[in-house]
């Protein structure tokens, strides 16, 4: 049963489109990613650890998604992709430092199959890193003053403010409930909208790269949002068939939304907490929680609610005037939520 719940996910219709929604980000990503590593491999410094971790970060850093939905909102409100290369560059840095102290809060030693700056160097050489990254975007960011418009930049700043400060916002209230299995999947969920203005930052910045009128960088700016909750939502979903990620989550973060919702009956609450105080969660105890899991009414129902925002989402874009911008928004959308 719980391989074809596996494989139900993957469905060869559902990878194809990510595979496409993955090309299209890539695609708008690249040049802005060349850069941004060039730039941070140019730094070199005294301490050989330092040196060492830019050129691991370097290595593995294929952010992709932050500087292509910028390159998609610039060019969905009709301006030019490549104008918003330098910004993309600077968001890059930026995301990057905040992703670096994120590893450190969350105790990640691994993502994806790969050793984190913090699991690879330890705490203090991750964190100076990261400071690094992020004096190197607030330096680009203020470099490009000299290129763009004051107008511009001020709204660009204030998105930067705003939604960033959200995000920081979001994950210190994460950070108060690690290893609280009693929290509300309510609770759960309304920080989980607040981390996804990291993802409205970017849709907006691009939008006013494009010189988007405010209802479309308003559009642009609900879009990025719901992109963002629903690529949560899909990532907690699939952290719990990862063993690893399930105990760490346990340790060290929030449990997967999809489990509190679960958890609102009793008796699944407990039969899957006996499965995760075990020091080991076995491949069959991760089996045994996923049929629970999935089995659900109320993760069911929570399911339904997700699907009715990608459909309120893809109706909303419809007014968007730049049809291959357009198109390409509608796949990343129908991507992120086919496998649900």
Known sequence: MTTSRKQARKTPKNTK????????????????????????????????EINEAFEYYAKNWNDYLHPGLISLAC????????????????????NAAIDIHDDIIDESKTKYGIPTLFGKFGKDVAL??????????????????????????????????????????????EASLKGNVNISPEKCLHILEKKASSFEAHTRIGAVIGDGRQSEIDRL????????????????????????????????????????????????????????SKPKISDKGTERIVDIIFEEKNVKMFKNKIRLLAKKTLKDISEVQNQNAKAQIQILIKAVVGDL
């Open 17 to 48: 489109l990510i595979e496409k929604a993955t090309r299209i980000l890539q695609q708008r990503s690249a040049k802005a990613i060349a850069i941004a590593k060039k730039m941070i491999l140019s730094e070199k410094v005294e301490c050989r």
């Open 75 to 94: 060019e969905a409100v009709n301006g030019n992709p490549d104008d918003s290369i330098p910004i993309q560059i600077a968001m890059l840095l930026l």
């Open 128 to 173: 100076l890193a990261g400071d690094a990254f992020l004096i190197k975007a607030l330096t680009y960011l203020h470099k490009l003053e000299e290129k763009s418009s004051a107008q511009k930049i001020n709204a660009i700043w204030d998105i930067i403010n705003d939604q960033f400060f959200e995000l920081g916002d979001a994950e210190a209230l």
């Open 221 to 276: 700016g609900n879009y990025g949002k719901a992109l963002g909750i629903l690529t949560f939502v899909r990532e907690d979903f699939i952290d719990i068939f990862e063993s690893d990620e399930l105990q760490n989550r346990v340790k060290n973060e929030c449990l997967p939304l999809p489990m509190l919702y679960a958890f609102k009956n009793p008796q699944t609450k407990k039969t899957v907490m006996e499965i995760l």
